[in-house]
């Protein structure tokens, strides 16, 4: 057993866990923190994807212990009170969620996709990015169409 | 449901009257306006039905707060994991648990005796489809089928790899799953078989003692001498063999589950996901042998069905028995890997078909003979049986013969499974008009336009004996052909070529059939505040019902959509409801929320009246509220609900007639010859669904059945290994899905042609996009590779049988260099 402390969504959050305990479980389990998923034991499907010290991971394939000290975002820390992300509410706008299990992942990994590339990103390279989170409803369609239109949103807000 | 077996129309056997335009409409077909209560909707009162209305599920999921199964958990909760067969057919000598009893922190191992010995039954799953228009499949002496009991854990032996054998409920996962691995079971092999043509050649294994061969349904439906006489006469003759391949959902949510039991009031209740807890209710209490009241099952967000979650799993059974036994809540979460292995399985059906056609290319009569492999028990015969409906698809056929099989193997239960059965067909017929295209030298798109369905012969009777209810066949393809810029095609040929890239397009004509339990039921409440409820007892996946049913209810009673909340997925408040399948949902709930709404409207009318002091036929109706044009006082449907007396209406209906969904699907690939990489450039699809309630939502319905339909026929594949019946698609790093990166957008229309059988006009969305697409890849593939010698190619399509194939073409040498 092993004492793990991680920064999640800005506040430093402490657990006693199993050292073979991974991340998502610590998220989930631990921390009750449910938004994160788990769709696959393969780190195929990117339902786990959290933002670890700036970079999108599958939080399936990290310890929770390799993630010591360090600062974890979920989906539960992305919108601002009621206000919420331009991501998260494009993809309410384009219809780019059904049965919203991929949803949260899926978000994550497009707003790091935002965070790494800035506004200016097209269709060949989100489709590529978002090429490990798997989708069954969707076809991607109102996906990509999601993140290319947040994209355009932050464009604007930044002119 | 068999209380619904009633008529007699579509039996084995019957010869039924050549097809054409349906003159004698079975009773209770069309929508009676008078009989429902609701007379005839008036189409300006629609406000919110028909608008891209955003989804109310969406904030929830969003912001990551779901309510899936495995989110759930409740104090002191216990986890359990299965110990499943390693092989597809071995006898349970016997099962040593000893080891794992001693394991830290093991509560119980649980096997099949132990089952038997607390009185537990198999699943009664019901798997022959029964209203009066499904195809009444028999075994082969005429008698009900045997369908292979479903113990939650088999005492005699495991019929294939994965079945699970033994249960570990311990107090972690990990806990539970270290000590299944510490039960020792005593096997001995037996030997195995899992392609349905095997099954029944002679000598091969016995699934079931009791089903000598393994085939266990075998009915023939049509005209056989009508058809053979036609076949006689026949310009000519195309003939095709195809396997279906054998797939999986793979809902992103692997299933769970997770039970709950209170001592005090002997109540259980189980979170579990599936689509419809009122059957699930009903068939777990069956199996333990609960009273139904002493059972809730909540299902609530459910991360994909696709038809795997309709039926009941074992494992939701085994966590409520433990959680009885041991007085803990237990909890069941499947892993991917266990999903590949045990989630119910869709397709795999063998069919040979023939077609008849006269000099003009005519079409005469047809012939099939489908196989479908059900796997170690049958769970549903749904996909046969709906296939069977729609063997001749989109085209007039004057006379057909089917054979209908279904054959136990030593491989994984199949289930509906995305337009179960649907695509199967449509993808024969498909295949068999284009090859007869080609045999015969005429233009696939003209051989297709002269045999289409005619509006003029609606309804229109097939030689299965369907009844195809409205649709403009001929006009799908057109809007569907204009879409995709069909005039393109020769330039977009000469400019992949220029690129060293083979182009292909297909295109295939679909009709399918949206059936489904016939009876739902609907609960409507006003509160003072003006607050909507309605109970409706279909459950969703991500089909928006929370919205969609919103617009209707809303619009009947002239309210706005927020204020209409609906109620879903909880056996204490929905009493009666056959679920989310088939494409049901929209048409059944539709109807009887209308007719709910009506009820409702008729008692606030009689309240409004006595309000108003005015009688209640002179009242208008209108912005939700009452009004008397010789008055400037009005009322509205909350002021006349009051705390103690809500305004309250319920309706149960029962509504038989099958609608028949249709359209026009194409796609367009690019194919590298050198690394036989294919690329779907387009794809254009016009799905008449009725009458379209959220075009925003059937649209990303038709976007994801187009994926799923895609998959199957590019990467996704269940195959097993013959030699040790292993299944060898295993986790998703065997099994090819569809991914951002190898999709194209799709170019989606809609087509409203409003169906006579409900008050709506609704058919269904949401098998559309799958139907079509096994046939519109294939096609366009052997499109492509056609110049090269190609003419046949099975599913899926992966770069691996397209080098095969080309490198077996007779032309392959000369045309690759
Ligand atoms: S759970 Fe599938 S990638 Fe992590
Ligand atoms: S919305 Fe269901 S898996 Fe993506």
Redesign the pocket.
Known sequence: MSDVTINVNGTDRSATVEDRTLLVDFLREALGLTGTHVGCDTSQCGACTVILDGKAVKSCTVLAVMAEGSEVRTIEGLAEGDELHPVQAAFCKHH????????PG?IMAAVNILERHGPDIDEALVRHQLEGN?????GYHN?VKAVLDAAQQTRIAAE | MSEHDSGTDRDADAAPAAAGPCTELPEGWAYDAEASGIGVLPVDMFRSIGKPVKRREDRRLVTGKGRFTDDFSVAGQLYAAMVRSPYPHARIRAIDTAAAQEAPGVLAVLTGQDALDDGLGPIPHNPVPSTRFDVKLRAPDGAMPFIGPHLLLPVDKARHVGEAVAMVVAESRAAAEDAAELVEVDWEELPHVADSLDAMAPGAPQVWDEVPGNAFVDSAFGDEAAVDAAFAEAAHVASAKFHVNRVTAV???PRAALADYDPETGRSTLYAGSGGAVRQKRELAETLGLDPADLRVLSHDV??NFGARNRVYVEFGLVLWASRRLQRPVKFTATRSESFLTDYQGRDLNTHVQLALDADGRFLAMKADNVSNVGARCVSLSPLSKGSGLITGSYHIPHAHLRARAVFTNTMCTQAYRSSGRPEVTYAIERLVDIAAEEMGLDKIELRRRNLVAPTDMPYRTAMGSIYDSGEYEANMDRAMALFEWDAIPARHADAEARGKRLGVGLANYVESSIGTPKERAEITVAPGGQVEVVIGTQP??QGHETSFAQVVADMLQTPVERVRIVLGDTDKVSLGGGTHSGRSMRHAGTVMAMASADLLRKARTLAADRLGFPPEELDFTDGAFSHRDSNQTVTLAELATADAPLFAARTNEMHAPVFPNGTAICEVEIDPDTCRIEITRYASIDDVGRCINPMIVHGQSH?GIAQGVGQAMWENCPIDAESGQPLAGSLMDYGMPRADNVPFYDVGISEVLSPTNPFGVKAGGEGGTTPALATVTLAVLDALRPLGVRDISMPVTPERLWQALHAAPQATESRT
């Open positions: 780019a969620l059904q049965c919203g299990f991929c949803t899926m798997l989708c069954r409803c969707t996906i | 809902t992103m949510e991360g994909g996946s991500g994801g």
